[in-house]
């Protein structure tokens, strides 16, 4: 006998609280979990060709089932791939070639990690690693911080202009085109960020010789000799690992928070506790306004921005326009390993309302659109209603991109900076994987973000109302213009 609408719906119905309970008594109480991977023990630091080709293989496979928009130039690039390779081959150029590869969707959500496990070999056996930091400004790459007994030799604001007679400009591109990234300013930033181990990876180490400017336009070479695994550990320590959220406290009536990520079930827990009490203090002491900087923020849960505005408006919030979801296969697994084995093999996904339903039905390899609407925040007892300054740039990505997107959509927030690294149409709802010979992991975006009807979307990051750019002098000096402009508008709000 086959099985009515209605009756299907009211049977849906009744199973519905009776496979949730369920599944929270017999699997451990959760319905939603990361995936455990566990990781993958790596031998050797090379790899012979057989292996590395077979890892390109696996790695076109997901690409092609999982991506909302596989390159058709994947193949002949894969095939001059595997034709260039040696007999052997290093982890480092595996990972490097098949970003390359990756590069060409434009797609910053889809890429392999770098675990830098040579490089920590290395540095454990007494090598050394490149030991400042760099930004980008106007008047060029600007050396930032600086550790280990280099200090006698660089200086904060020094223009770095060549490494071992290869020019930096020319040097950063090169290491570029080893990053997936929708816009130039993300790659750009992404390398500058992680400048010390993209060198380290093409195999320019110190101790090296430096040509840099002085900020009185004096031109100088130097040898850097690197700073030791010891020195960094110092420096990192003084420093502190961030937390997701640190609350900076308030000034001039201002409530300042610095918001680096948005990931983690720990993690989301403190950050609703540190919101909670922050927005308490800053109840009862007044706080005329609010100033968030996502500045750093490479994303993760976009649930976190939501309700992080809820603590600061009841206004309705528009996300974007459309999600577009690839059901296949592989990613159809993928989810359901991160769901209870109980719920996994009782009812079919497809029973489900949107989005799970339309991402399990219909063939493999279905696009489930499914379309953003404009809700109320949840009720909030602690909502301060004052108004809002979110600091965004190139490192504001993925769902901290989409939280300066819904705020500057709705009107809620006044966006101050650069824009942002990511366009609003862009990929995500990442799946993770790994490579078996090599063992190196990474992520593939399986949906793609309409969060903007604008037709340029795609090629511009979101953009800020007010542009500051911090300038070679800010570098040196330790000056944050950035935060200086969000905290004079916010003690415009307050006069």
């Known amino acids: 006998m086959r099985m009515t609408m209605q009756s299907r719906a009211d049977l849906r119905s009744r199973l519905h609280w009776t496979v949730v309970v369920c599944s929270v008594a017999l699997s451990g109480c959760y319905l939603y979990r990361d995936p455990v991977t566990p990781p993958p023990v790596i031998a050797a630091s090379t790899l012979p060709r057989s292996a590395a080709v077979e890892d390109l293989d696996s790695l076109v496979t997901i690409v092609s089932e999982a991506h909302p928009n596989p390159s058709p130039r994947f193949q002949p690039l894969r095939d001059s791939l595997a034709r260039a390779w040696p007999d052997t081959i290093s982890r480092a150029r595996l990972a490097r070639d098949l970003n390359r590869l990756l590069a060409v969707l434009g797609d910053g959500h889809t890429g392999l990690s770098l675990d830098g496990l040579e490089e920590e070999a290395a540095l454990a056996n007494g090598g050394r690693s490149w030991p400042f930091a760099v930004r980008r400004t106007v008047d060029g790459i600007i050396i930032g911080r600086v550790v280990g007994s280099d200090t006698t030799v660089l200086r904060s604001g020094d223009r770095l202009e060549a490494i071992n007679g290869m020019p930096i400009d020319s040097l950063v591109e090169e290491i570029g085109r080893a990053v997936p990234a929708e816009l130039p300013a993300y790659r750009d930033a992404r390398v500058l960020r992680f400048l010390g181990s993209s060198l380290w990876l093409e195999g320019i180490r110190p101790p090296a010789d430096l040509r840099i400017t002085a900020v009185d336009g004096t031109s100088r070479s130097v040898r850097v000799l690197g700073a030791t695994r010891q020195e960094l550990q110092a420096a990192s320590g003084a420093q502190g690992q961030p937390e997701p959220l640190t609350v900076l406290g308030v000034r001039d009536s201002v409530l300042l928070l610095d918001l680096r990520r948005m990931w983690g079930a720990p993690e989301r827990a403190a950050f609703t506790a540190r919101l909670d009490s922050a927005f308490e203090a800053a109840a009862r002491s007044g706080v005329r306004a609010v100033v968030v900087d996502l500045r750093r923020n490479g994303g993760g849960d976009s649930r976190w921005g939501t309700q992080l505005l809820s603590y600061v408006t009841g206004d309705s919030l528009s996300q974007g326009v459309r999600k577009e979801w690839k059901g296949s296969r592989r990613y159809r697994m993928f989810f359901k390993s991160r769901v209870s084995p109980v719920l996994r093999y009782t009812i079919p996904f497809s029973w489900f309302d949107a989005p799970i339903g339309g991402l399990f039905s219909g063939p493999d390899g279905t696009m489930a659109v499914i379309p953003f609407t404009r809700d109320l925040p949840a ?117």
């Not at 149409?425 to 309409?450: D, I, K, P």
């Open 379 to 495: 009720a909030n007892p602690r909502r301060l209603e004052r108004p809002l300054c979110l600091l965004i740039g190139p490192g504001t990505f993925s769902s901290a991109m989409m939280l300066a997107n819904t705020a500057r959509r709705s009107g809620v927030a006044t966006l101050i900076g650069e824009p942002t690294g990511e366009p609003p149409n862009s990929g995500g709802e990442v799946m993770s994987f790994h490579l078996r010979r090599s063992g190196l992991t990474g992520q593939v975006s399986s949906a793609y973000f309409m969060l903007d009807e604008d037709p340029a979307g795609d090629r511009r990051g979101v953009l800020p109302h007010i542009t500051v750019v911090p300038t070679r002098e800010d570098i040196r000096v330790g000056r944050d213009p950035v935060m200086e402009r969000a905290m004079a508008c916010g003690r415009l709000q307050t006069s």
